[in-house]
Nanobody, 117 residues
Framework: VQLQASGGGLVQAGGSLRLSCVASGSFIAINRMAWYRRAPGKSRELVAVIDSVGSENYGEAVKGRFTISRDNAKGTVYLQMNTLKPEDTGVYYC????????????WGQGTLVTVSS
């Protein structure tokens, strides 16, 4: 079982990006899915989380600008990022609780987002 993130890149301030993260392998179910980020010189922080029934929560820094969504049939979580700021620069990681024989937490490999001023 693994998570594969994609969609990062270089964008100017005020622009948009959409990140995707696909779960693959032999799993039975997906519960919580989330995005975290690590900015240069800072610790990792929660960006957004969505539970199995679609309830969303966001970090204060991204509220009103980012939207998390999921497609359960595709095992995919998305992060739509609008009105990007230079301080949004960092490596974005997806995270999910997946059930195989038991529930386990998995991390994707990270995708780099760079916002230029």
């Amino acid at each position: 079982v693994q998570l594969q993130a994609s969609g990062g890149g270089l964008v100017q301030a005020g622009g948009s990006l959409r990140l995707s993260c696909v779960a693959s392998g032999s799993f039975i179910a997906i519960n919580r899915m989330a995005w975290y980020r690590r900015a240069p010189g800072k610790s990792r922080e929660l960006v957004a989380v969505i539970d199995s029934v679609g309830s969303e929560n966001y970090g204060e820094a991204v509220k009103g600008r980012f939207t998390i969504s999921r497609d359960n049939a595709k095992g995919t979580v998305y992060l739509q990022m609008n009105t990007l700021k230079p301080e949004d620069t960092g490596v974005y990681y997806c995270n999910a609780d997946l059930r195989t024989a038991s529930w386990n937490n998995y991390w994707g490999q990270g995708t780099l987002v760079t916002v230029s001023s």
